[in-house]
């Protein structure tokens, strides 16, 4: 006896959107299904734990018959009654997993479905569907069919086994555009979508495959044959014991499971109890991928919901600053949406997210402190990243990050911490001091370094783009401010050195005056400098943009117009000075033609180009000539 019953209008409407709006890949069926048939399972094995009942030998069967264009897939669930049929299958989004746990009086039970639309996601590749199933409840089975667009049908039928066989009967391609709907009944195809969205199902998901025997003799023709084959792994290397899995199990995970030949640097494995659940599985590579700093890497953690495959790249679950870490959460409490490839509300993801943050600092902070060649290894390869994070959102990653920043120096080959620097410095050294160059040589002999040098203080070497943009959010650490050798004032002249120093710009006046006037196209000051101890001349920056900065910036399409005010500091004790304060008192007109050679030497010893090199080399010449002359 049959029964053909209509879909309700709302829910003919809801169909339609699922099957060719909801899903973003037709292949997300076959997980739908496998998802709902291992629901169907866990019911059954919750009954049977409860009752104290035998339990099945449970499993998920596949069988694909090309000829006929049929794809089934079978469980030994709890199967469904007539009444479960028309509530659960003929009334969209009536879940009967949702109700069940409902009434389940252990919360804790995994179920993934809670919505009781993923069934109808195979009529995105099948144009009729049939479930023929019997429930733990009834003796009695039944056939339910539809071609998803009007109305179903119910039938009374023999069926031995508990349990649910849906067949899907597969559209036809139509055109070259149209969707090649034969692949879903290919061997390798299903294989593939069973390991990427299906791996950690806990029960087998079974499938007959075919198989070859070569014989000795080669010029025998192989033997086929077919074998069935446990298609899923089961049980997720991240849900085992961590005391139990070994260094070679994590190695083979990471290289399998991100497409990696090396082994990763570091392996951080976290199960969390308490608001909410979660696993991570979490990996630090070797080698940086050999896009990580370009617009195409895509950041993110692999997302699973009690072991079903639920998204490639989450980005919500890992900051900028660790976006080289790869990796997956676990977790059962996460309330999915509609279609199971998003989410209902971020909040639990933040509750992760936030978690998982912390934890990679804590693995890096037990790193630096305890492996420190490791460490530095790490920091060589990642920590721009981490200068990054503390740079990007105007500094509110400071506290959490800058204690994993690291430096070489002026007086140390090792990457020291701000911490290392600060407990090494000498009492009466009032500022942390950093350099900008290409390396630590070229930050040596900057002329810069002279009065640092002589204090034999500690200088920073920064030799990244990134650096001096970070130290410029951070201002201070444990209460010391940066100061730059580059840029403002050292203040490191004792009360007398400063009194002297005073006299001699009183006297100087006149001719400072004079070189700024001849160089008021290039600098912004002419002044005499308190750090220059051996060289004659350097240029500094003022207050802002430092020269470097300049530098990085000029190559932004926004920074071009970033400028940096340049000073031209002269040695006020150097023999050089002496001469010019002669030739100012002598022969002022020529006091132009040696500011400009002062200028373009202080370019050159700063590492940056002339601005105009003929008219450098004329001066050089002229001079020469008008020296020889006398």
Avoid at 557 to 573: D, S, T
Wanted: charged share 35%; hydrophobic share 30%.
């Amino acid at each position: 006896m049959s029964k053909t019953k209509q879909f309700k209008t709302e829910s003919k409407k809801l169909l339609d959107l699922m099957i060719h709006s909801i899903y973003t890949h037709k292949e997300i069926f076959l997980r739908e299904l496998i998802s709902n048939a291992s629901d169907a399972i866990d019911k059954r094995h919750y009954i049977a734990l409860k009752d104290s009942e035998k339990d099945a030998e449970y499993e998920i069967l596949i069988e694909r018959d090309e000829e006929n264009r049929q794809l089934k897939i079978t469980d030994n669930g709890i199967g469904l009654t007539e009444e479960e049929l028309i509530t659960n299958l003929g009334t969209i989004a009536k879940s009967g997993t949702k109700e069940f746990l409902d009434r389940l009086e252990n919360k804790d039970a995994e179920i993934i479905g809670q919505f009781g639309v993923g069934f109808y996601s195979a009529f995105m590749v099948a144009d009729k569907v049939t479930v023929e199933t019997k429930s733990l409840e009834s003796d009695q089975a039944y056939r339910w069919v539809s071609d998803g667009t009007e109305s179903y049908t119910i039938t009374e039928i023999e069926r031995e086994n508990i349990g649910t066989t849906i067949v899907l009967h597969l559209r036809e391609t139509k055109d070259e555009e149209d969707e090649k709907y034969d692949e879903f009944l290919t061997e390798n195809k299903i294989k593939t979508l069973v390991k990427k969205y299906s791996d950690y199902v806990r029960y087998p998901i079974k499938m007959d495959v075919t198989k070859h025997d070569y014989p000795e003799d080669e010029e025998k023709d192989p033997i086929t044959y077919t074998e069935t084959e446990t298609l899923n792994s089961m049980i997720p290397l991240w849900r085992k014991n961590k005391r139990e899995i070994t260094d070679e199990e994590y190695n083979e995970f990471y290289k399998h499971q991100f497409d990696d030949f090396t082994d990763p640097m570091r392996v951080i494995h976290t199960k969390v109890e308490g608001l909410i659940k979660y696993t991570s599985l979490l990996f630090i590579p070797k080698k940086a991928p050999f896009n990580l700093y370009s617009e195409n890497y895509e950041k993110g953690l692999q997302l699973y919901s009690k072991g079903v495959f639920i998204m490639d790249k989450n980005k919500q679950l890992i900051p900028d600053y660790f976006r080289f870490v790869k990796g997956l959460v676990d977790s059962s409490d996460l309330s999915l949406n509609i279609s199971r490839e998003m989410l209902q509300s971020n909040k639990q993801l933040e509750r992760i997210a936030k978690n998982v943050k912390k934890k990679i600092k804590s693995e890096l902070e037990k790193m630096l402190k305890s492996e420190r060649e490791t460490y530095n290894e790490f920091f060589e390869t990642y920590g721009v990243n981490l200068k990054y994070g503390i740079y990007d959102g105007f500094g509110v990653n400071k506290e959490f990050l800058q204690d994993l920043i690291m430096f070489k120096t002026t007086k140390s080959e090792e990457y020291i911490t701000f911490k290392e620097y600060v407990d090494d410095m000498p009492d009466d050294q009032e500022f942390i001091y950093y350099a900008t160059g290409k390396s630590k040589e070229a930050i040596n002999s900057l002329p810069q370094m002279d009065l640092i040098k002589e204090k034999d203080y500690q200088v920073l070497l920064f030799t990244e783009d990134i650096d001096e943009f970070m130290i410029n959010i951070m201002k201070e650490y444990d209460e010391k401010e940066f100061k730059s050798i580059n840029q403002g004032d050292l203040d490191l002249m004792d009360e007398k050195e400063e009194e002297e120093f005073e006299t001699k710009e009183k006297e100087s006046k006149s001719l400072l005056k004079s070189l700024k006037k001849a160089l008021k196209d290039n600098v912004s000051d002419v002044k005499l400098s308190k750090r220059l101890k051996d060289s004659p001349v350097c240029l500094i920056s003022g207050e802002g943009v430092s020269m470097e900065m300049e530098k990085v910036l000029s190559k932004m399409p926004q920074g071009k117009e970033a400028k940096a005010q340049k000073i031209l500091e002269i040695n006020p004790n150097h023999e050089l000075f002496k001469t010019l304060d002669k030739i100012y008192k002598d022969n002022k007109k020529d006091v132009p033609k040696y500011a400009k050679l002062l200028y373009n030497q202080a370019l050159l010893i700063e590492g940056l180009p002339l601005e105009n090199p003929n008219e450098f080399s004329k001066l050089m010449t002229e001079l020469i000539i008008e020296k020889n002359k006398k």
